[in-house]
T-cell receptor, first 113, second 112 residues
């Protein structure tokens, strides 16, 4: 079983609609969670950290469910520019993996006019 | 603006050549990483380093080596390039678990 799993999609979303997707992680010791955005042929860039209480940044909302070991990302009022691959990133949770992260394979979102 | 800089965006090399990919960060991060990314395979860790002159193998170190002589610089070396090393190479740095990775802009290497 992969340590971090994501639905690869693609999620085809009409402009203005809401889309949400999850990421599951297997290591219960993980403490740090992030969503990264990656555009085609570009490097991943940090979209937002995910906090225990959930957090929002404009149209983006991230949630953490420790009991079920997943994080989620919700995008409201989708824009064409939101089309990208969204990577789930999770820390290793142990002292010998400090500063090293595990990646999901990414969820592709395609926003259509 | 803090940065991770990779020396080349695009490289074309011949089979058997020794290839150097350079990465420099200006954030005083202890940790540096080299990944490759291929369609359908996601990001795979090649090597990483937690300190100067330290290196650790990642998941796919075969055919690669690294050098970290200074804290800010982490080099990836392809000892004898092969066509199956054609890929996007991404350098990243981090400080602890709190802030995640900062990535360089990537080097797209083609081995012919």
């Amino acid at each position: 079983r992969k340590e971090v799993e994501q639905d690869p999609g693609p999620f085809n979303v009409p402009e203005g609609a809401t889309v949400a997707f999850n990421c599951t992680y297997s290591n219960s010791a993980s403490q740090s969670f992030f969503w990264y955005r990656q555009d085609c042929r570009k490097e991943p860039k940090l979209l937002m950290s995910v906090y225990s209480s959930g957090n929002e940044d404009g149209r983006f909302t991230a949630q953490l469910n420790r009991a079920s070991q997943y994080i989620s990302l919700l995008i409201r009022d989708s824009k064409l520019s939101d089309s990208a691959t969204y990577l789930c990133v999770v820390n290793g949770g142990t002292t010998d993996s400090w500063g090293k992260f595990q990646f999901g394979a990414g969820t592709q979102v395609v926003v259509t006019p | 603006d803090v940065k991770v800089t990779q020396s080349s965006r695009y490289l074309v090399k011949r089979t058997g050549e020794k290839v150097f990919l350079e990465c420099v960060q200006d954030m005083d991060h202890e940790n540096m990483f080299w990944y490759r990314q291929d369609p359908g395979l996601g990001l795979r860790l090649i090597y990483f380093s937690y300190d100067v002159k330290m290196k650790e193998k990642g998941d796919i170190p075969e055919g690669y080596s690294v050098s970290r002589e200074k804290k800010e610089r982490f080099s990836l070396i392809l000892e004898s390039a092969s066509t199956n090393q054609t890929s996007m190479y991404l350098c990243a740095s981090s400080w602890g678990d709190v802030y995640g990775y900062t990535f360089g802009s990537g080097t797209r290497l083609t081995v012919v």
